[in-house]
């Protein structure tokens, strides 16, 4: 009798210890996670929706309620940009204030102590409402003007843009003259951090006011950098339209004493040359016997810069037509920060008929961005029917079967 009664206590004792040790490790790994620094780069706020993780149990939700914030944060000027979420009308924009608003200075020729002095490149409201008296031929150099604001949180070490707002766009629909913008932001010059707000539908002033915090920059660091914002129109039947771009060098520019709200007026984008759209090296052969085409993508040189930063991530696609219809197609992988891109990628076609005369092959060379549609760089066109090299190339591969033949090809605009 004794022995399991001992046998009894001991395994009660043993029950009440594991349960004791189990509630203490998940107190332990719930303590530590709500210390521990969110693993992600950057964190998006939409329409002023407050998403980080430590401030999701707070009753603050939503940028309109700032009774609590302004108790800790220094007061705003009386003349500076406030946005009200709750006269958004249904396409998510304000309706059209007289409020002056306190213009940014410009950025390469001020000190950090002139940010509340006019310039006369920045662009005021007042300005702004004058771009719908102007003139057609006017209204084409008018692209509207951008409103933003940078800041830095020092306690977690996160750099903070806030885009708001872009007025007075070009109509980039003929039929609606309307415009569906959206705005796509890189941080350069290394090109990680890539980010786009929503698209908001037929309207040329958006209100967007969606809030990026990107973690991991420190701030001695911020000086380095350079925003570069796209300014887009949304097309859902082809490749969305360019309206310009705005680049904001990040010199000179203190941000230890809080936000600082700034627009700029947006500038027509730097558009390329065809001339200098770069070479690409393939090489072909034709297998007669088997009815096929090989085609090794073998090295790209002299590419453009693709934006600002001057560094392109190049990636060839190669589809190939068989009367003018699209039957099969082919990428590369994509070669990071390479104007001169080596390849060496094989890929093997079926040719559907006998013999090469309906059939041509097109080279793409893109540059990936996961920010939004990749650019086409330059592109290529082999088949009888082509032109200049395009054609020379293809004709010798019809007369020498069985033969691995390679040439440089210029680009031509995309």
């Not at 967007?208 to 001695?220: A, H, K, L, Q």
């Not at 570069?228 to 310009?244: A, C, E, K, N, P």
């Not at 073998?298 to 003018?324: Q, T, W």
Request: with cysteine.
């Amino acid at each position: 009798d004794e022995i399991p009664t001992a046998v009894g206590i001991f395994s009660a004792f043993g029950l009440v210890f594991s349960v004791s040790l189990f509630a203490w490790i998940c107190c332990q790994r719930k303590s530590s996670k709500s210390n521990k620094t969110p693993p992600y780069k950057f964190v998006h706020v939409l329409k002023g929706v407050d998403i980080y993780p430590e401030n999701l149990n707070s009753k603050k939700k939503f940028g309109a309620d700032d009774k609590n914030e302004s108790k800790n944060k220094p007061v705003m000027p009386k003349n500076s940009l406030h946005l009200d979420l709750e006269k958004r009308d249904l396409n998510g924009n304000f309706p059209k204030t007289t409020t002056k608003m306190q213009s940014s200075p410009d950025l390469e020729n001020s000190s950090p102590k002139h940010f509340a002095e006019r310039k006369k490149d920045s662009v005021s409201p007042d300005s702004l409402k004058s771009i719908t008296s102007l003139s057609s031929d006017d209204k084409q150099d008018k692209l509207g003007a951008l409103f933003f604001s940078l800041e830095y949180n020092f306690e977690k070490k996160a750099f903070v843009v806030n885009i708001k707002e872009a007025r007075g766009l070009p109509a980039m629909d003929e039929q609606s003259m309307t415009s569906d913008p959206y705005i796509k932001m890189t941080i350069l010059p290394e090109k990680k951090h890539k980010v786009k707000t929503r698209v908001l539908r037929k309207t040329l002033d958006p209100a967007f006011d969606e809030t990026f915090t990107f973690y991991g920059i420190p701030y001695s660091q911020i000086q380095d950098l350079t925003l570069h914002f796209m300014v887009l129109s949304f097309d859902r039947f082809s490749r969305d339209d360019v309206i310009g771009e705005v680049l904001i060098p990040l010199t000179g520019i203190e941000l230890s004493e809080g936000r600082l709200i700034m627009d700029r007026e947006i500038i027509k984008r730097n558009v390329r040359k065809s001339s200098g759209r770069g070479e690409l090296l393939v090489s072909l052969c034709y297998q007669s016997t088997t009815n096929t085409l090989t085609v090794v993508v073998l090295k790209a040189r002299h590419l453009p810069k693709s934006d600002v930063s001057g560094l392109s991530d190049p990636y060839v696609k190669v589809n190939l037509y068989h009367a003018k219809k699209r039957i099969s197609k082919k990428k590369t992988h994509v070669k990071k920060c390479s104007p001169n891109a080596v390849f060496n990628e094989l890929f093997v076609f079926d040719i559907p008929c006998e013999g090469l005369d309906d059939i041509s092959i097109e080279f793409l060379v893109l540059d990936s961005d996961s920010g939004s549609r990749n650019e086409v760089i330059g592109q290529l066109t082999l088949g009888s029917s082509a032109e200049g090299t395009g054609g020379e190339h293809w004709k010798e591969i019809c007369e020498y079967p069985r033969r691995q033949i390679a040439k440089w090809h210029m680009l031509c605009d995309g």
